[in-house]
């Protein structure tokens, strides 16, 4: 399955990815984060990015579309991926049907996520990622929690920090920019068949719901670690049942034999013995 995910900053599309790349099985190519990726690196590619991030503006294309032709290379993007944060804008969206047209990958689906210009606003200033393994979360409506809580890579609870261009000083320049550039592509692919429109604004568990509508996966399958956990309960649960069922049976089969023991002692009780019997005989020839 090919997706691309598009909605405003603060929608929930990374939070949404992840749902999906745990249960689906298909990675997330962020163009955010292999940009962080190259910004940690303090490469010449990382340098210009930061400087587009923490002012709120579009990365240019031109230091974009090589590093998404060279992920949609790597081997676990064939079985399919979900786009998140690409394209931003029509000439990428041109760039991107040409890429997949060349690698034969065409996009099965995109999911526009809607939100409230104020709620996106509300959501962005508790938008958190992970220090260590990236993982995004959202302090009034998804913040870390269960085992969730605790980082993959570090095995200790995730540092969480702010992204610089998540401060309300860029949030209305970056909701701008995304009306200007990137709202124009909902037309682009609604024209090509492929566009679905999902209410983001709600609980996370309904809008993973919505999704799973959308591209229609049926309840979008547990994870398979969790789908094991179940299992193993259930054998665990089925155990005791078991013994109980055979100490049923045993009682079942030792009350069955009991009368037969029973019947067998009566009637040898009952049945005269053969020396009584000869005995009697003789004695009633002796009386003639």
Excluded at 61 to 82: H, K, N, T, Y
Excluded at 129 to 143: E, M
Excluded at 261 to 270: F, Q
């Amino acid at each position: 399955m090919r997706i691309v995910l598009l909605g405003a900053p603060g929608s929930g599309k990374g939070t949404q990815s992840q749902r999906l790349v745990e249960r689906v099985g298909i990675p997330q190519i962020s163009t955010g984060d292999l940009l962080r990726e190259a910004v940690a690196r303090g490469t010449e590619l990382g340098r210009q990015a930061k400087e587009a991030m923490d002012s709120g503006r579009l990365v240019e294309d031109s230091l974009v579309l090589g590093m998404i032709r060279e992920r949609l290379g790597e081997p676990d993007a064939r079985r399919g991926f979900i786009l998140d944060g690409f394209p931003r804008n029509l000439a990428q969206a041109h760039a991107l049907d040409r890429l997949l047209e060349a690698l034969k990958q065409p996009l099965d689906a995109v999911v526009q996520l809607e939100v409230d210009s104020r709620e996106l606003v509300r959501r962005i200033a508790g938008r958190r990622s992970c220090a260590d393994c990236g993982r995004v979360f959202n302090l009034l409506t998804s913040p870390p929690s269960g085992a969730g809580a605790v980082c993959p890579k570090t095995g200790a609870p995730h540092r969480l920090m702010q992204r610089p261009d998540d401060n309300e000083a860029t949030v209305a320049e970056r909701l701008r920019v995304y009306d200007e550039k990137t709202r124009p592509l909902i037309d682009f692919y609604r024209a090509r068949g492929l566009l679905q429109v999902i209410d983001a604004e709600a609980a996370v568990d309904e809008v993973t719901a919505r999704l799973a509508q959308a591209l229609r996966v049926p309840a979008l399958r547990a994870p398979k670690r969790a789908a094991g956990a179940r299992r193993g309960a259930a054998k665990r649960a089925r155990k005791p049942a078991k013994k109980k069922a055979a100490a049923t049976a045993k009682r079942t089969r030792a009350s069955r034999a009991s009368p037969k023991r029973r019947s067998t002692r009566t009637r040898r009780a009952k049945a005269p013995r053969a020396g009584a019997v000869r005995g009697a005989r003789r004695r009633k020839s002796t009386r003639r």
